[in-house]
């Protein structure tokens, strides 16, 4: 099956570092990838839609000079998290698309949790 | 634009009882409804998905869900709960940018 890892699992950095988050598909060619962020004990916001190639697409609210996204290649985005602050803190998790076929499934990474102190 | 509506944030039920967490959709186009599992600090795990074929849909570790397109819904159950099945349940669907609109999740606790 369709996997995708991310890495790192969990990461604890200072404010106003910033963060590197990876997210790869290991078996197939993702031409989209997703970006969400997860507070505890809620769903799943979408922030940003990555195409490969091409600038990501932001959802309403969420700052694009704070989430820095690049898709630079079919198998590899990367969210970077700039300027941290405590409020960044919470659990990040990619998904990906497999841009082989039409099909609307997405499967997703184990996630991402960032602590910013 | 598409939404998904779960109700009910908390369902228990006993081993070996029927599990069913309900999810209702609004879609101004055919939709394609899914079911994803999350354990704590895990990522989603897809149970089943709803493709404009069969209207009911089985999936992985016994779960089934029913589209009903007169109802709205795409209800998930299982008809025999397992300690293993507690988690937090999400119900989405996707637009035609492919994107996944998800519901707030229910949370599955089993008892002994």
């Known amino acids: 099956g369709a996997v995708v890892s991310q890495h790192p699992s969990r990461v604890i950095c200072k404010s106003g570092t910033s963060v590197k988050i990876e997210c790869r598909s290991l078996?197939?060619?993702?031409?989209?990838m997703f970006w969400y962020r997860q507070f505890p004990k809620q769903s799943l916001m979408l922030m940003a839609t990555?195409?490969?190639?091409?600038?990501?697409?932001?959802e309403q609210g969420v700052e694009k000079d704070k989430f820095l996204i690049n898709h630079a290649s079919l198998t590899l985005s990367t969210l970077t998290v700039t300027s941290a602050h405590p409020e960044d803190s919470s659990f990040y998790i990619c998904?990906?698309?497999?841009?082989?076929?039409?099909?609307?499934?997405?499967?997703f990474g184990p996630g991402t949790r960032l602590t910013v102190t | 634009a598409q939404s998904v509506t779960q109700l009910g944030s908390h369902v228990s039920v006993s081993e070996g009882a029927l599990v069913l967490l309900r999810c209702n959709y609004s879609?101004?186009?055919?939709?394609?409804l899914f079911w994803y599992v999350q354990y704590p600090n895990q990522g989603l795990q897809l149970l089943l998905k709803y493709t404009s074929a069969a209207t009911l849909v089985k999936g992985i570790n016994g779960f089934e869900a029913e589209f009903k397109k007169s109802e709205t819904s795409f209800h998930l159950t299982k008809p025999s709960a397992h300690m293993s099945d507690a988690a937090e349940y999400f119900c989405?669907?996707?637009?035609?940018?492919?994107?996944?609109?998800f519901g707030a999740g229910t949370t599955v606790t089993v008892r002994a």
């Open positions: 879609s101004s186009v055919p939709p394609y």
């Open positions: 078996d197939f060619q993702a031409t989209t």
């Open positions: 990555s195409n490969e190639g091409s600038k990501a697409t932001y």
């Open positions: 989405a669907v996707s637009g035609s940018d492919y994107k996944l609109s």
């Open positions: 998904s990906a698309r497999d841009g082989s076929g039409s099909s609307y499934e997405q499967y």
